[in-house]
């Protein structure tokens, strides 16, 4: 009797705890993580010059080229992640499209925490009508530049083509 009982005991305890485990078990959640993420601010917009006169001889140049709606836009681009960010990362270039402008017609880095960033952005980079494309971007973790862009005409949006491999 007392062995049935210890026998029957041994059982049951193994059953139940069979059934915590698969029934009960609270969903298993991992958010510690490290991870790779590129964080892009636009820190202000706004309108440029404003023409206010109908004469048709005064006009707004840049290099030679009239500008008819200039616009201006501080973007900060930041690495807010565990790992660097490099183009390997990237499924296609890097790049920051003023979309529905009529393009870029300046960018400059106005600030970068890292004085090589400051120096290899612009360098490493290359203007295609409303986009700004990176051809060779790579930034360190705690990383990040700022940049004033100017557009002609002011875009209907801004997509930033930032789409890291598995993610």
């Given at each position: 009797q007392?062995?049935?009982?210890?026998?029957?005991a041994?059982?049951?305890?193994?059953?139940s705890?069979?059934?915590?485990?698969?029934?009960?078990?609270?969903?298993?959640?991992?958010?510690?993580l490290?991870?790779?993420?590129?964080?892009?601010?636009?820190?202000?917009?706004?309108?440029?010059?404003?023409?206010?006169?109908?004469?048709?001889s005064f006009?707004?140049?840049?290099?030679?080229?009239?500008?008819?709606?200039?616009?201006?836009?501080?973007?900060?681009?930041?690495?807010?992640?565990?790992?660097?960010?490099?183009?390997?990362?990237?499924?296609?270039?890097?790049?920051?499209?003023?979309?529905?402008?009529?393009?870029?017609?300046?960018?400059?880095?106005i600030?970068?925490?890292?004085?090589?960033?400051?120096?290899?952005i612009?360098?490493?980079?290359?203007?295609n009508?409303?986009?700004?494309?990176?051809?060779?971007?790579?930034?360190?973790?705690?990383?990040s530049?700022t940049m004033?862009?100017?557009?002609?005409?002011?875009?209907?949006?801004?997509?930033?083509?930032?789409?890291?491999?598995?993610?």
């Amino acid at each position: 009797q007392i062995v049935s009982n210890v026998i029957w005991a041994i059982i049951g305890a193994i059953i139940s705890w069979v059934c915590a485990w698969i029934f009960i078990s609270p969903p298993v959640e991992v958010s510690n993580l490290p991870q790779k993420e590129l964080t892009c601010t636009l820190n202000y917009s706004q309108k440029l010059i404003t023409k206010n006169t109908k004469d048709d001889s005064f006009k707004i140049m840049y290099n030679g080229n009239e500008v008819e709606d200039p616009y201006v836009f501080s973007i900060t681009i930041s690495n807010t992640g565990d790992y660097a960010i490099e183009n390997e990362d990237f499924k296609k270039e890097f790049s920051v499209d003023f979309t529905g402008s009529e393009g870029i017609i300046r960018v400059s880095v106005i600030e970068a925490h890292n004085k090589d960033v400051w120096n290899e952005i612009l360098g490493n980079s290359s203007i295609n009508g409303s986009e700004l494309v990176f051809s060779d971007f790579f930034l360190n973790p705690g990383e990040s530049f700022t940049m004033s862009i100017i557009t002609n005409q002011n875009p209907s949006g801004i997509k930033y083509n930032s789409r890291i491999e598995g993610v």
